[in-house]
């Protein structure tokens, strides 16, 4: 009988979930990245950031999206990150799971000069619906540009419309 009910809401969960990844519906994903878990090989030390994401479904189960972050190193770290960039989110089967890609443009300040690099980034994670529109969004993410690479989780709200 449990495992019943259990069927019963995730078949609910799942019904509810399936209308907000239809085209035409909007996202805005705040996160907090890094949370001490991430490794920068170009600075080796660890970072935490904040990064936001929002856009449109162009297609079901397809959004694009513009975003925009920064990141800080540990133990007041010499090299702070500011981004900005586009990225697409494809969700799978209407249960939440969705893999991510996205190109961005990082601002990277080190106190005394300061470099612009282009990066790439790709994340997986699983969109757990608290309500009709607003979901918790644990990710793994990972992003490289030409002198460091970063593998970290991220922990973020998503609010669909």
């Not at 981004?83 to 080190?110: C, H, K, P, T």
Request: one cysteine or more; charged letters at 15%; glycine letters at 14%.
């Amino acid at each position: 009988m449990k495992k019943l009910v259990l069927l019963i809401c995730l078949l609910a969960s799942v019904v509810s979930a399936q209308a907000q990844f239809e085209k035409g519906k909007w996202v805005v994903n705040p996160s907090l990245t890094g949370a001490g878990l991430s490794y920068d090989t170009g600075l080796d030390k660890a970072s935490f950031g904040l990064d936001v994401n929002g856009g449109a479904f162009v297609a079901d189960n397809l959004a694009l999206l513009i975003r925009g972050g920064l990141g800080w190193n540990e133990n007041g770290g010499d090299t702070d990150v500011y981004y900005l960039g586009v990225g697409g989110r494809y969700y799978f089967s209407q249960v939440g799971i969705y893999l991510g890609a996205n190109v961005n443009v990082d601002r990277l300040d080190r106190g005394n000069h300061s470099d612009t690099k282009f990066s790439f980034g790709m994340e997986a994670g699983y969109a757990f619906f608290l309500s009709k529109t607003v979901t918790l969004e644990p990710a793994v993410y990972w992003n490289i540009n030409g002198d460091r690479s970063k593998i970290g989780l991220k922990l973020g709200f998503g609010l669909y419309f």
